[in-house]
Nanobody, 126 residues
Framework: QVQLVESGGGLVQPGGSLRLSCAAS????????IGWFRQAPGKEREGVSCISGIGGSTYYADFVKGRFTISRDNAKNTVYLQMNSLKPEDTAIYYC???????????????????WGQGTQVTVSS
């Protein structure tokens, strides 16, 4: 069955870096876009980044542009989110999700995604 498993979260100081991984199984990564979302306590889930299946085009929310980089390794069926220059406001649970299409598009609403991981906690604090 389709599964997405996130890992790589943790506690990091402001200005530090983390790399999140999203290991996919039960489907071929090439044919689907994969998105990263996050949800902070008391806030709605928001789209962070997305990478398309074919071509690998990427999308970033304005609040992470220049700091986060999304990539994929199709041989390992894994998508990564490299997060640099982390800020306290980046603290959240980070989720990866499979989009219902192979391209990211311009919208990041959650209903465009059909399978979700369990999330990994990222805490940015001194």
């Amino acid at each position: 069955q389709v599964q997405l498993v996130e890992s790589g979260g943790g506690l990091v100081q402001p200005g530090g870096s983390l790399r999140l991984s999203c290991a996919a199984s039960g489907f071929t990564l090439d044919y689907y876009a994969i998105g990263w979302f996050r949800q902070a306590p008391g806030k709605e889930r928001e789209g962070v980044s997305c990478i398309s299946g074919i071509g690998g085009s990427t999308y970033y929310a304005d609040f992470v542009k220049g700091r986060f980089t999304i990539s994929r390794d199709n041989a390992k069926n894994t998508v990564y989110l490299q997060m640099n220059s982390l800020k306290p406001e980046d603290t959240a649970i980070y989720y990866c999700a499979r989009r219902k299409s192979s391209v990211c598009g311009t919208s990041s609403i959650a209903t465009l995604y059909d399978y979700w991981g369990q999330g990994t906690q990222v805490t940015v604090s001194s």
